[in-house]
């Protein structure tokens, strides 16, 4: 079975760094925000053209401890994409605040600016744009909504890392970008991790009290925070894994850009591709049809998994469903939701896999 994610097939000589990182971990003595989280830190602000990065323990926190820091709470509002993993909207409630949330463009089912227009009141306070399922979001007119505004763009980049937009990289055009290191992200931890980069030292350092209870220097206290901090381990796996981001990016890319060419089955729609590369990372590749049961069977008869990414849009879940929305409705991000399918998109992938899905997929 071609499955969606591979974990098994990543190089032997990865797997023992891995387990000497750890083993110097367990030997330092020192296991909760140390040496190995700090220098992640700065590698990761490296890597993603910011200032200041801040661990967290997970994506969900990363977005919830940073609209926290820019002072976004009650009787605040944050627009936001139905589409989504439902952490993004989660994190808007937990830092008290009240999701609207906007349509996506049918193309590509990203949070769609003439929607988020629709959505704006004196309340507004941010827009979050996710770069869903691993392409950069339209930030230069967001950019320019937010502006026009006097709100902030923030940037949920838990499924783009490395990605770019007009040779910028994803998360420096908002006030901050929270990042997930979950598993299956295309950079992952063995367990939780997350972090936060942003630009401004300010928001860098309110968000690291809020990480560590609200705590200034050692038993300090001039806020209300959580605890949210990155374990050494979780960072020092991150480290190594960090060098073989680039490379299972470009096999991402050369996966998605096979499956573009080849795929070509009438009941199968694809999403649109990219106006340049940089933009897209394919932390899923995401295909639509009206006959979603039927393909994703005919699939699995051929051997190929499936998931979908995501079967209910976050505001017909049921804690959800009062939330304020586009006064026009979500019929795209509903129609997305119904007809949407992901199909296996991970760089331990081989060519005779790829072509496997490629053929499943046309023989539908
Ligand atoms: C995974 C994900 C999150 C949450 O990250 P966690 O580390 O699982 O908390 C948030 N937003 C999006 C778009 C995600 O894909």
Redesign the pocket.
Known sequence: MIQMNDFGSEPAQLREEMVAASRSVFESGWYVLGKQVESFEQEWAGVCGADHCVGVA??????EIGMRALGIGPGDEVITTPM??F??VL?VLRAGATPVLADIDPANAILDPESVIRCLSPRTKAIAV???YGQVGPVDTLLDVARDRGIHLIE?C??SHLAAFDGKPAGTFGAFA?W???PT?NLGAMG???ALTTSSAELAETAAMVRNYGQSVRYYHPMLGMNSRLDELQAALLRVRLPYLEGWTARRREIAAAYHERIESPRVRLLARPAKPERHVH?LFVVTTDEREALQAHLRDRGVSSLIHYPVPVHQQDPCRHLPRDPKGLPNAERHAATCLSLPCHPGLSDEAVHQVIAAVNSF
């Open positions: 997970n994506g969900l926190d990363a977005l989504t993993a952490a993004t994190a996710v770069h869903l949920d838990a499924q929270a997930s290191f979950y992200k939780d991790a997350g932390h």
